[in-house]
C-alpha cells in the first residue's frame, strides 16, 4: 500500500482475510485518515484495492464491485489498479462472470495490460475457461495469496470441464485450502473447504455406471484396488477424512458417532498400510487407487 503512512493497510488486509472486519475497519479508518491531500495516481490505486476488498467482505464482492464501478468507473479503466495489485484483475473478472456481466470482465481483461504480467494472464484464463494458463499462473505467482486464488481457481475448472477430471480437482482444492491455511488467510480456507464438502457428496453420491469416460478406474473396474477393500461406510469415511473433516465433523455428515468414526478409520489404515490422514489422501489419490468421479467461483 502507501508508503510510510499506509503501514496500517497491512494490518487491514490481514484482517479481512482472517474474517475479523471490526479490527479491519479500524485499520482502514486509520488508512483513510492518513490520505494526504495530493496522493499519487499508485497509491490511490492501492487505496482503491484496499478498500474494494474491505467493501466485498463487508457487503459481498459482487454488490461491492457494482458500487465501485457506479462511482468510479475511471478507476479501473486507466489500468493503473490492475498493474500494481497482481489479484486485483482475476478478482474482479472471477466477481463479474460470477454476476453474469462477461462484458465487464471483458473490459477488465483488456485493461489489465500485457499477459506477460501473471495477473493478466490469470483474468485472460478466467475469461476463456483456460485450464492450461491457470496452471502457467500457478507457478509464476510469487504473491502467496494471489497464487492460492489461482489453484483454487483451476480446482473449480478441473470440476467443471467436460472431461471432468475430478481426481486432480479435489487436489488442487486441498491444495488451495492448505496454502490459504499457511497465510492465515480463514475466510478464503473455509470458502475452499465448503467446496471440498460438494465435491465429496458428489463423489461419494455418483453410481459407477454413470460415470463419464475419463479413464479414472472405479470401485467395480478395479476390484483389486485399495476403494475396493473397503465397506460402504469405509468408503464414506474415507471421502471425508481425506478432504481434512475431522471425526466430529464427519459424525455429524454421516449421522454417526465419532467413536464410529475412528473405528472406521482404524479399519480404513490397517486396510490401506496407512498410519494418518495425509498417507490416505495420497493412497486414495494415486493413479492405480483413485476414487469414483463425480459431477461438476468469487
Not at 497509491?43 to 468510479?72: C, H, M, N, T
Request: aromatic share 4%; hydrophobic share 40%; proline share 6%.
Amino acid at each position: 500500500m502507501i508508503k510510510g503512512q499506509f503501514a496500517p493497510s497491512i494490518l487491514a488486509t490481514t484482517a479481512i482475510r482472517r474474517g475479523d472486519l471490526l479490527a479491519a475497519a479500524r485499520h482502514v479508518e486509520t488508512v483513510h485518515d492518513a490520505i494526504p491531500d495530493s496522493v499519487s495516481p499508485d497509491d490511490l490505486a492501492r487505496y482503491d484495492w484496499l478498500i474494494l476488498q474491505f467493501a466485498a467482505a463487508s457487503i459481498g464482492a459482487r454488490r461491492a464491485v457494482e458500487q465501485f464501478i457506479a462511482e468510479q468507473p475511471e478507476r479501473l479503466s486507466d489500468g493503473v489498479m490492475l498493474s500494481l495489485e497482481p489479484e486485483a484483475a482475476p478478482w474482479l473478472v472471477r466477481v463479474l462472470l460470477h454476476a453474469g456481466d462477461r462484458a465487464a470482465a471483458e473490459s477488465i481483461v483488456r485493461a489489465a495490460g500485457p499477459e506477460t504480467r501473471p495477473g493478466s494472464l490469470h483474468a485472460r484464463s478466467l475469461l476463456d475457461r483456460d485450464t492450461a494458463g491457470l496452471r502457467q499462473v500457478v507457478e509464476r505467482y510469487r504473491d502467496p495469496w494471489a497464487r492460492a486464488s489461482a489453484v483454487e481457481d483451476l480446482g473449480m475448472l478441473l470440476m467443471a470441464a467436460p472431461e471432468r477430471p475430478y481426481v486432480e480437482s479435489e487436489f488442487r482444492l486441498r491444495q488451495a485450502a492448505e496454502m490459504y491455511r499457511k497465510i492465515g488467510s480463514v475466510r478464503d480456507e473455509e470458502r475452499v473447504l465448503r467446496r471440498l464438502r460438494k465435491l465429496s457428496d458428489r463423489i461419494a453420491g455418483l453410481q459407477a455406471p454413470d460415470l463419464p469416460a475419463t479413464g479414472i478406474s472405479s470401485a467395480r473396474s478395479a476390484p483389486n484396488s485399495s476403494w475396493s477393500r473397503m465397506t460402504k461406510s469405509e468408503r464414506a469415511v474415507a471421502n471425508l477424512a481425506r478432504i481434512g473433516l475431522s471425526n466430529h465433523q464427519i459424525a455429524g455428515r454421516l449421522s454417526i458417532s465419532p467413536h464410529t468414526v475412528d473405528f472406521h478409520l482404524r479399519r480404513i489404515f490397517q486396510k490401506l498400510g496407512v498410519r494418518s490422514r495425509v498417507q490416505l489422501a495420497n493412497k486414495l489419490s494415486s493413479p492405480a487407487n483413485r476414487t469414483p468421479n463425480a459431477e461438476g467461483a468469487c
